[in-house]
């Protein structure tokens, strides 16, 4: 049985690592729920942490948008009881 769960939520993890999810055009990180993608000049998605690093390269952010929990499957995590 516990092969079979961590085999489970292995495939779910890998199937949630969709080509369509938002993520950064730099370091490849998918962002968190809740939290703001910058739309650089070059039309390229960048996380906040290195909007500062891009910026210089690729253009100031023309806009930014915010990721939202339905545009990610919601991840479900098992956790053990100590005994």
């Known amino acids: 049985m516990p092969n079979e769960m961590s085999a489970l939520l292995m495939r779910n993890t890998l199937d949630s690592l969709r080509a369509d999810e938002p993520r950064c055009s730099f370091c490849g990180r998918n962002p968190l729920v809740g939290e703001i993608l910058h739309v650089l000049e070059s039309g390229k998605r960048v996380c906040p942490l290195c909007v500062a690093r891009?910026?210089?390269?690729?253009?100031?952010?023309?806009?930014?948008?915010?990721?939202?929990?339905?545009?990610?499957?919601?991840?479900?995590?098992?956790?053990?009881?100590?005994?």
């Open 54 to 83: 891009v910026a210089a390269r690729e253009g100031e952010p023309v806009s930014s948008e915010r990721v939202r929990s339905c545009e990610r499957r919601l991840a479900v995590v098992q956790q053990r009881r100590a005994a």
